[in-house]
């Protein structure tokens, strides 16, 4: 499914205009984020409208601290997708400038909100604040919503049956930093994904008999280097090919590499994916990087890998602990 981007500054076609909106970073599309989508389309069926997800570009934080690259656990082009297989209509991106971050919330409103996208409804959550200073809060928007004429919804913090709470983008940050890929899956609802474009390596792989995807990380990506089973998906294809992979995050240290790479080998296959753009889902960690005395070790130890990886994600098909939730399930069937 795709979910139209308008770019900042981009007008909204007509035809969009009057829709219920979700608003803020959303930066993971974790469950607590789901459950706010989930009411804005609930909202947006009461009406027999189109609802959608409206976020800033670049990352705040990366703003007002440039020099510290955000560990993003979804860019824009790939949570466009999420919230598209959730039923949005369109993601529309504010960029955030100077200009916007010395707006008074009611400019925001007025000019964003209200003239440029025409919108009915609001939804966002407790604990949004906007414009200048974070001056705005959830009542501002209320109040604004009065005066300019649409509704607005203040989402209350999300906890699951279990009280499990809050659902947090920096604690998914951190579990995955550590390697706790299956916390950061039970916080996110499906698996976490990266998306990047294949490109050519040093072949360093295949001259050892395990050839991999190189794919290139957005800049402040950080989780945990070792060996990961993982899926993979050519992004530009809906349907059920998924792709086992051993994927590698790290330095090479065995190469005495500076550099922070994203490996795949794919089990079983040997075709041509160079320019694509591939989906990689991390299902668990395998086991931590180190550094190998030879490279007969490295090639010993990656047969093992293999075999964990295989092992591994048979464990997940026979059950998989996030097949109740909607995005995982979209994972699985080749949606997203």
Not at 8 to 29: C, H, K, M, T, W
Not at 43 to 57: D, G, H, K
Not at 191 to 196: E, S
């Amino acid at each position: 499914m795709t979910s139209m981007i308008i770019e900042a500054g981009a007008p909204l076609p007509q035809e969009l205009r009057g829709a219920v909106i979700a608003i803020g970073n959303f930066d993971g599309i974790h469950r607590g984020h789901q459950q706010l989508l989930a009411e804005t389309q609930a909202e947006a069926r009461r009406r027999n409208t189109n609802w959608a997800l409206v976020t800033f570009e670049p990352h705040p934080r990366s703003f007002f601290r440039p020099a510290e690259p955000v560990f993003r656990l979804t860019p824009l082009p790939l949570k466009a997708r999420l919230v598209a297989a959730l039923g949005a209509s369109f993601t529309a991106v504010l960029a955030f400038d100077a200009a916007f971050a010395a707006m008074t919330p009611e400019d925001f409103v007025r000019r964003q909100l209200s003239e440029r996208l025409g919108v009915a409804h609001v939804v966002t959550g407790y604990d949004f604040h906007f414009g200048h200073g974070r001056k705005g809060t959830p009542e501002t928007m209320r109040a604004l919503g009065r005066q300019l004429g649409f509704g607005v919804t203040v989402i209350d913090q999300v906890t699951d049956d279990d009280g499990y709470a809050p659902f947090s983008s920096s604690a998914i940050r951190d579990s995955l930093r550590h390697g706790h890929v299956s916390e950061a899956s039970r916080q996110l609802g499906y698996h976490w994904t990266v998306m990047g474009e294949v490109v050519h390596g040093d072949q360093r792989g295949r001259t050892i008999g395990f050839p991999t995807l190189n794919i290139v990380l957005p800049d402040g990506s950080e989780p945990f280097q070792g060996i990961y089973a993982v899926r993979v998906r050519d992004a530009a294809v809906r349907g059920m090919t998924r792709w086992k992979g051993a994927g590698y995050f790290g330095r090479r240290p065995t190469f005495a590499s500076e550099k922070t790479f994203l490996e795949v080998h794919l089990l079983g296959f040997d075709g041509d994916l160079y320019g694509k753009t591939m989906l990689v889902d991390f299902i668990d960690l395998i086991r931590p990087d180190r550094r190998f005395d030879t490279i007969d070790d490295l090639v010993a130890q990656m047969k093992l890998d293999c075999a964990a990886v295989e092992r591994r994600l048979a464990a997940e098909d026979a059950a998989d602990p996030l097949s109740g939730f909607p995005l995982a399930q979209a994972q699985r069937n080749g949606i997203l």
